[in-house]
């Protein structure tokens, strides 16, 4: 086990390593000035030369890489252009929102696909295995603002049940914040958990034709029995790879609902950031959510070994 997570860890820090890379030089050849952007078209030369000393714009790529990634080891991720505050107190107050909302949603995503996927596999080819696949077709063609306008024109003009955006804060208490994120949560869990039925509904089937599930069965064991205690954990593995991408995409792909609903997350910071020209809080929001989808799949990883023996022996 220990060479397993050695090998997944040396891929992880390379991995990193090079998304920094990527991201830095993506950045450094956008064009424009951030310093004559923050001074306005009428500015003097001088005063915009000024401001990017001030800024540290106008230092050399490989010094400024280099400040760069060894301020993130320490946790300074350097001061905001536009907001002339640190980014990592901005990062930190829009992750209070934007990991909450992914950890909602991939957790609806997670029952309602599970539910779904088994509950059609165990009556492969009939009317519950045709009409949940039938939903999850529905689902996936759902875009999933427009299910957002529609959830809100439903439970926040018509039921009137829930706001229809903004967040007050979790100062104002769990279920508050929770009832806030519901309607958001739900619209981005509906693709996921359409895509995900399908994966588990394959997988499961996939598993019931194995021999030893027959073996099972003429020993006596139930139908649910089976189902529940042999087929359900091998056919995780194609089921927890699904998760990980999704938990990584809901992280990274809140900005239209987090603009649908007003939410000041994690997504709305980066579209703001972009438009002012903020490099320094769009490079650390991006390697943020680049590190974030490694991290994920670097855990998917270690659940293969703990799920099943075998891709670790593989491995090794």
């Not at 829009?94 to 990991?99: E, G, K, S």
């Not at 509950?119 to 999933?144: C, E, F, T, W």
């Not at 427009?146 to 018509?158: E, G, K, R, T, Y």
């Not at 994120?181 to 895509?195: F, G, H, K, T």
Request: net charge neutral; proline share 3%.
């Amino acid at each position: 086990m220990s060479v397993f997570l050695f090998k997944r860890l040396i891929t992880l820090i390379a991995t990193l390593v090079g998304a920094s890379i990527v991201v830095f030089l993506v950045l450094e050849i956008l064009p424009g000035n951030a310093a004559q952007i923050l001074m306005g078209p009428d500015a003097s030369a001088d005063a915009v030369h000024a401001l990017a000393i001030k800024l540290g714009i106008d230092r050399p790529p490989v010094e400024r890489y280099w400040s760069w990634v060894s301020g993130m080891l320490v946790g300074d991720l350097g001061l905001s252009y536009a907001y002339s505050s640190p980014v990592a107190e901005l990062v930190l107050e829009r992750l209070a929102l934007t990991v909450p909302l992914a950890l909602m949603a991939m957790t609806i995503t997670t029952v309602l696909a599970l539910v779904a996927g088994i509950y059609a596999a165990a009556r492969h080819n009939k009317l519950g295995d045709v009409g949940v696949m039938g939903l999850s077709q529905v689902g996936i063609a759902i875009p999933n603002f427009w299910f957002a306008i529609l959830l809100i024109l439903l439970f926040s003009v018509h039921l009137q049940w829930f706001s229809a955006g903004g967040f007050d804060g979790w100062d104002q208490g769990i279920l508050q914040g929770i009832k806030a994120l519901l309607l958001p949560a739900i619209a981005l869990a509906v693709v996921q958990s359409a895509i995900l039925a399908r994966i588990t509904r394959s997988a499961v089937l996939e598993v019931l034709r194995e021999d030893f599930v027959r073996t099972a069965r003429a020993k006596g064991v139930s139908r649910r029995g089976t189902l529940w205690g042999h087929v359900l954990r091998n056919a995780m593995i194609p089921v927890i790879t699904i998760m990980g991408l999704q938990f990584a995409e809901l992280l990274a792909g809140t900005i239209v609902v987090e603009s649908v609903f007003y939410l000041p997350g994690l997504g709305r910071l980066i579209f703001q950031s972009i438009s002012n020209r903020d490099l320094i809080v769009v490079r650390n929001c991006v390697m943020l959510l680049a590190a974030m989808v490694v991290v994920v799949n670097f855990v998917v990883d270690v659940l293969y070994a703990v799920i099943d023996p075998r891709v670790k022996a593989s491995d090794i």
